[in-house]
């Protein structure tokens, strides 16, 4: 709201004062009009980008949740909300596997981000000690951000592999009746999230380093001379410093993590033993290319899309309350 | 109704876009590491992220799966009958097409065969446009059987075609239901061919529905049970018994369990993926049939029925084999790559027994060869005692559309009838390891020759024809297969490893999630 009010603003206090009100009226909305002109036209070559490949798909995805659709994904019959009932099931079918498959994308979430978030700040703590060659490990420490999540699934299909058996003694360690903890239903999520961590470690050792190097140094320095321990400083400056930076990363992470698609189709393939990996984007996969059911996996995405947008729209709010500024 | 039509063109571009950009809208937002000011972005700036979920999905939909590991095609063969089993990807490198010659009336082809095959593909390709200059035929490359007829189906609306096309055997009805398909049958009829009677008696009865052969076969493939003649004879098992029954197999798989001092096993005696296409075959064997009526052979099938004694006879048997200790399961088959897991324990004996295509013999034999400690054997698949049945071929076959000039469409058959010569089907079938699908290319001396150097490639066109016609044997036409054999491998994990204990009621619930789906096509089919 507040760029128009500005432009407006920029408009009256032009050097026509003199006019009688009603006309300084009719020239500042022509100029209006003329600066909205203006300003589309600049703001076209994106917005028709977003229009085409952003607001018209996410529209019509929203309009074909309400049909069925034939292979050639032709709207053959209008459906109401049935799609969306099945989904949630409220269909009396009393199959919940949709839901089921929801569960499990915040299991892998609940996985994934605590793990990510706490190796990442282990490592950047690491990586802020003051020791020769940092800048080697640093750049260690950062090198996954630098590998696919297509070339680290592969990487990590070998090792997960039952023909390299580097993950074999984890299985005899459990004494699980499997040759891959990919095919058992107790590890296969496990298996995908601690791959998982392990990719996005990168980018999140990147960010909480920043964070941390942003941290003003004299504030350690009063708190030695204060006597603070070096685990004090931790929790009492480092940590609640560092609390946006987590916090976002937090936001970004449960995002990505609710997004994830490539890995589980590259060590998993389907929907795993069990329907253990089964994650919701990877239904939704299933029911675009495996089943052909357009209509059907558009009401799943409209379902997925209103899920993040609550959460993201949660997070930002805790995310503006709990910040600490210096 | 014509406003419908109108939005046709864009539907392919928009579905694809659709999920994706959903998903990138969904959050994409925070894609740059704005790491101290973090709540400055209002949630609706969409576009940078927008590219992002959309690069990383989609190539590793259908590229990343196939780079995984080991180096067979089971990956590419995912949801379809199997390819050759040992084509080492990375390393072929592709027949260039020859220049097509003035004057010649181009016909577009769609492949969905890759790797060594592919490279057969072409040449064959090559051969028919050096062989005449009325036609000449453009041969396109497509990632794999799944992705030829999405291709195809999103394909419909704008009219670009192909004028041949080659679909793998559960793409039948689908083929049928694009209603831009000319039976072949029209053009052996208008020509007076006696093409049919001469084609594989199994194979022309999968691909004809209806009393009409819609496509011409091209690859042909079979299952069959491979075994290692030495670990045979090392523990006194026949090793020229061709059919075996679940119990002889048990017992067999009992006698092969080797395990040394510590009780480790280091030969076991069946590995297996759980793969969909082996339980259709199980199902045959038992003359049960998979979907009702009469697995859509005379009508269109409106429900699946595979959930009965026959599947529950075959998975129980698989889970004995499992709980003794003598079988090896490893993981479900289609879309993974867990085939090349099963083929390695077997080329390697860590495994005597195992069930997969005839194409992948001589992957199995050329691979085995080095070691020297197997001896490829091949038998029919094994069944319960006193079952009658057969089984039920693979592979995939050229469809002619309706597409482009009489000319073309003249071309297209003119190129899908010489793939059928005999001395074609030979050539081919000897580069490949799939059957030829005419019983007068046996007659050449290159199929002979052949078959002198891997006698056993015989016992799978042996069992073929020992194969009684029924519509169980014909195998199962309907829309929606791939999904269905999905279901299956799901229930057949759900037994096997033990989390559901009644396999009919795995069963139950994939034929119940099966039907769901099969009833929505049909729907949109009438």
Redesign the interface.
Known sequence: MRKPVLLKDSVLSDKRVGLPIAAKRAVSQHQQRKAFGLALLYLSPALLFLIAFTYIPFLRSIWLSFFITNPQGDTVRFNGINYYTRILNLDGSGRSEYLQSMLTTVYFSLLVVPLGIVFALALALLATLNVKAILFFRTIFTSSIAISVASASVIWALIYSPTTRATQWIIDLLHLNTHSLLQHSSTALFAVAFMTTWTSLGFNFIVTLAGIQAIPKDIYESARIDGASSWQSFRFITLPLLTPTLLFLMLISTIQSFQAFTQFNVLIGNEGPDSATDVFVFAIFTAFWKDNRYGFASAMSVVLFLILLALTSIQYRLLDQRVHYQ | MNR??TL?PL??L??I???M????????K?AA????A??TNP?AT??PA?AV?AA??A???T???A????PTASSAA?TSAPAATSAPAPTITPVPAIAQSAGSTKITFWYGLTGANGNIVRTLVNTYNSSQNTYYVEAIQQPDY?ATI?KF??S??GGDLPNVVQVYDIGTQ?MI??KRILPVQNFIDKDGLKLVDDLEPAVARYYTIGGKLYSLPFNSSAPVMYYDRNAFKEVGLDPDKKIWTYDELLDAATKLTKKDADGKIIRSGVVFTLYSWIYEQELATQGALFADPTNGRETRANKLIFNNDAGVKWLSFLKQLVDAGVG?????D????NG??RD?AFVKGEAAITFNSIASLRGYINNTKAAGKVDVGVAYLPRPTGAKGGVIIGGASLWITDQGTPEQQAGAWDFVKWTSNPEVQATWSSSTGYYPIRKAAYDVQEMKDTLAKYPQFSVAVEQLRATEPSFPTQGAVF??F??TR?AI??AM??FI???TADAKAALDDAA?KAND?LT??N???Q
Do not use: W
């Open positions: 419908v039509k046709r539907n392919a928009l579905l876009g659709l999920v950009t959903l998903l990138a809208a969904c959050g994409g925070p590491p704005a790491a101290t973090p709540a949630p969409v576009a927008t979920p990383t999905v190539p590793a939909a590229a990343a799966p780079a995984t590991a080991a995912a799944d999405t189906n999103t419909l609306a689908r239901d694009t090896t399961n490893v993981g479900r289609s879309g993974t790559t090349s897991v390695s829309g929606t791939l999904q999905l491998e799901a994990e759900q490893s033990g989390s119940s789906t929505e096509y729907s949109t089919q």
